[in-house]
């Protein structure tokens, strides 16, 4: 196949970059393109560190190793995985891509970006000038999401006719891994998420346009921790969350961010005090940000300051629980919040407090 007419020379590194969720046999035409213009491919695998949904189901080393699984072991040393967070900032993002890749490739090597143009997601590869584009042909009718929608099998198929539909769209080491992970308890997670997730969409069927979600979430600091809860429901259950739920009818923001912060904690501070204690808000409108639609909240942050103790909380409505956390404790939570909240914490602490949290 003919995959550029540009007669320079071929590039010390091919990046592809994707959730790959799963590695399909798309993606492995794209690779084997890949190896076979340059001497090594960096695998981007987007959308890391970051809890389990029906769209991202699987970690960045499940994704790792099936990638390395489907390659020849001739190939396997040629190709090499990093983890790259959203970050829901552009920015921010092409430059982890960047830092990522770098550290693999020697000064000044020829770099190239690998993809084919599919829709509006395919748009970041155009954001890395300086890196040889190599837009490939559409290798296959290959698709992640109907994958996806066939492996939670909303009908309740047998396991091996579920299989059956699949084995002719992925490389063997990945369907023996969605085979064995059908067993395991996240699996049953994930479809009880994509269950609630369809009832969400099918609600809004009949509307003339998809509905835009107004959304409320609360940062509060006291005495270095961050107040958190955990999500009673799916989506997201069992989930570390900022406290927040979608604004009523007859509600302003702050009346909506007041009763949340009472539903959910219980937390003992009336609202003059947390008037006097309001830094700002921000408001995070990414539109990949929510699986439950299109979702704009508005962050209120609140610094209480240093008290001899901290307010006494209690989980309630859709929180299973409600706890202050250390911050110095919360990186290491990255893993399990819910949706894009880790992000809004670091962006709220950057943006009110001079704080970045390590990750």
Same mark, same amino acid.
């Given at each position: 196949?003919?995959?550029?007419?540009?007669?320079?020379?071929? *590039?010390?590194?091919?990046? $592809?970059?994707?959730? /790959?969720?799963?590695? +399909?046999?798309?993606?492995?035409? =794209?690779?084997?393109?890949?190896?076979?213009?340059?001497?090594?491919?960096?695998?981007?695998?987007?959308?890391?560190?970051?809890?389990?949904?029906?769209?991202?189901?699987?970690?960045?080393?499940?994704?790792?190793?099936?990638?390395?699984?489907?390659?020849?072991?001739?190939?396997?040393?040629?190709? +090499?995985?990093?983890?790259?967070?959203?970050?829901?900032?552009?920015?921010?993002?092409?430059?982890?891509?960047?830092?990522?890749?770098?550290?693999?490739?020697?000064?000044?090597?020829?770099?190239?970006?690998?993809?084919?143009?599919?829709?509006?997601?395919?748009?970041?590869?155009?954001?890395?000038?300086?890196?040889?584009?190599?837009?490939? *042909?559409?290798?296959?009718? /290959?698709?992640?999401?109907?994958?996806? #929608?066939?492996?939670?099998?909303?009908?309740?198929?047998?396991?091996?006719?579920? $299989?059956?539909?699949?084995?002719?769209?992925?490389?063997?080491?990945?369907?023996?891994?969605?085979?064995?992970?059908?067993?395991?308890?996240?699996?049953?997670?994930?479809?009880?998420?994509?269950?609630?997730?369809?009832?969400?969409?099918?609600?809004?069927?009949?509307?003339?346009?998809?509905?835009?979600?107004?959304? @409320?979430?609360?940062?509060?600091?006291?005495?270095?921790?961050?107040?958190?809860?955990?999500?009673?429901?799916?989506?997201?259950?069992?989930?570390?969350?900022?406290?927040?739920?979608?604004? #009523?009818?007859?509600?302003?923001?702050?009346?909506?961010?007041?009763?949340?912060?009472?539903?959910?904690?219980?937390?003992?501070?009336?609202?003059?005090?947390?008037?006097?204690?309001?830094?700002?808000?921000?408001?995070?409108?990414?539109?990949?940000?929510?699986?439950?639609?299109?979702?704009?909240?508005?962050?209120?942050?609140?610094?209480?300051?240093?008290?001899?103790?901290?307010?006494?909380?209690?989980?309630?409505?859709?929180?299973?629980?409600?706890?202050?956390? *250390? =911050?110095?404790?919360?990186?290491?939570?990255?893993?399990?919040?819910?949706?894009? +909240? /880790?992000? @809004?914490?670091?962006?709220?602490?950057?943006?009110?407090?001079?704080?970045?949290? *390590?990750?």
């Amino acid at each position: 196949m003919a995959i550029s007419a540009d007669p320079s020379p071929l *590039p010390h590194t091919a990046v $592809l970059i994707g959730r /790959f969720q799963p590695w +399909h046999n798309g993606h492995m035409a =794209l690779l084997e393109a890949a190896l076979a213009q340059a001497q090594q491919v960096v695998v981007v695998l987007g959308s890391a560190h970051q809890a389990r949904t029906p769209k991202n189901p699987f970690t960045w080393q499940e994704r790792a190793r099936m990638v390395q699984a489907s390659l020849a072991p001739a190939e396997r040393a040629r190709v +090499h995985c990093i983890p790259v967070r959203d970050h829901y900032n552009e920015a921010r993002w092409v430059e982890a891509v960047r830092q990522g890749v770098q550290a693999l490739v020697p000064p000044g090597a020829d770099i190239a970006l690998v993809g084919h143009f599919k829709d509006q997601s395919s748009s970041y590869l155009q954001s890395f000038p300086g890196w040889k584009l190599l837009s490939l *042909p559409r290798l296959g009718a /290959f698709d992640a999401t109907p994958l996806r #929608e066939t492996y939670w099998n909303a009908a309740g198929a047998p396991r091996a006719e579920v $299989l059956a539909q699949l084995a002719a769209q992925l490389p063997a080491p990945v369907l023996d891994f969605l085979a064995s992970w059908m067993d395991t308890p996240d699996y049953a997670a994930m479809q009880e998420e994509a269950a609630v997730l369809r009832n969400y969409h099918a609600s809004w069927a009949s509307a003339p346009y998809p509905p835009v979600l107004v959304t @409320v979430d609360a940062v509060i600091l006291c005495n270095g921790h961050l107040l958190l809860i955990e999500r009673g429901h799916a989506p997201g259950k069992g989930l570390w969350a900022l406290p927040g739920g979608f604004v #009523e009818p007859r509600d302003t923001l702050w009346q909506s961010c007041l009763r949340e912060l009472e539903e959910e904690t219980a937390c003992a501070i009336d609202a003059p005090t947390l008037a006097a204690a309001l830094q700002g808000v921000l408001v995070f409108d990414h539109p990949d940000r929510s699986l439950r639609g299109r979702a704009i909240t508005h962050v209120h942050v609140f610094d209480l300051g240093d008290r001899t103790q901290l307010p006494a909380v209690q989980g309630g409505d859709d929180a299973a629980l409600a706890r202050w956390v *250390p =911050l110095a404790q919360v990186p290491a939570l990255e893993t399990r919040f819910f949706e894009d +909240h /880790f992000h @809004v914490v670091q962006s709220c602490l950057e943006r009110f407090c001079a704080i970045r949290l *390590p990750v």
